[in-house]
């Protein structure tokens, strides 16, 4: 059993930049593949970007390619997602999720992920 916990989310002006957290309970984490995901209001959950176990195979959606940066510290059992030139089509829900079933494929359909944060708000002002 893996439990989530998101943090770092908040209010930012077009432009500007927040880190997200996900900190794991369980000492199993290093073995997961772990992804973010975002909700926004009446709109389906999509896949922002995944990480395998050991941080060498990271995936991105299209929409936050080369503003988003996903990494993990398997030692602190967290996971981070730096979300620069942010965009207030990004203002979401973020969640983070564990994969249990993988190490090295990163999936992007949300119903691969066993384990779910309860998520974090990230609001972008125009």
């Known amino acids: 059993q893996v439990q989530l916990v998101e943090s770092g989310g908040g209010l930012v002006q077009a432009g500007g930049s927040l880190r997200l957290s996900c900190a794991a309970s369980?000492?199993?984490?290093?073995?997961?593949?772990m992804g973010w995901f975002r909700q926004a209001p009446g709109k389906e959950r999509e896949f922002v970007g995944g990480?395998?176990?050991?941080?060498?195979?990271?995936y991105y959606a299209e929409s936050v390619k080369g503003r988003f940066t996903i990494s993990r510290d398997n030692a602190k059992n967290t996971m981070y997602l730096q979300m620069n030139s942010l965009k207030p089509e990004d203002t979401a829900v973020y969640y983070c999720?564990?994969?249990?079933?993988?190490?090295?494929?990163?999936?992007?359909?949300?119903?691969?992920?066993?384990?779910w944060g309860q998520g974090t708000q990230v609001t972008v002002s125009s």
């Open positions: 369980g000492r199993t984490f290093s073995s997961y593949v």
């Open positions: 999720a564990a994969d249990r079933d993988h190490r090295t494929i990163v999936a992007v359909l949300s119903h691969e992920y066993e384990y």
């Open positions: 990480i395998s176990w050991s941080g060498d195979g990271i």
